[in-house]
């Protein structure tokens, strides 16, 4: 798996990129990262950037079909980090 781009940048992402988005949960020093993937991505005017739907499938991208089906969040595009195979 390799970074493309890192968070932080606006920019439009295309439905099935792959994505990663990492955050420090309960005030734990630990960086958690959930993998997923874009499925709507638009130019939001209210916020002033892209602004994304991800399906996320946890702490890994599943092999093959998922067992369990994704969490669907929205997330701006420059909170995630792009992933390419």
Avoid: Q
Avoid at 34 to 58: P, R
């Amino acid at each position: 798996m390799t970074v493309a781009k890192v968070a932080g940048e606006d920019r439009y992402l295309a439905p099935g990129t792959k994505v990663r988005r990492d955050a420090y949960y309960n005030d734990d020093d630990h960086l958690t990262s959930e993998f997923g993937v874009v499925v709507h991505c638009w130019l939001d005017d209210a916020i002033g950037m892209f602004d994304c739907y991800i399906a996320f499938f946890g702490p890994h991208f599943p092999s093959g079909a998922p067992k369990e089906k994704p969490s669907i969040f929205r997330y701006a595009a420059v909170s995630l980090v792009e992933i390419i195979d």
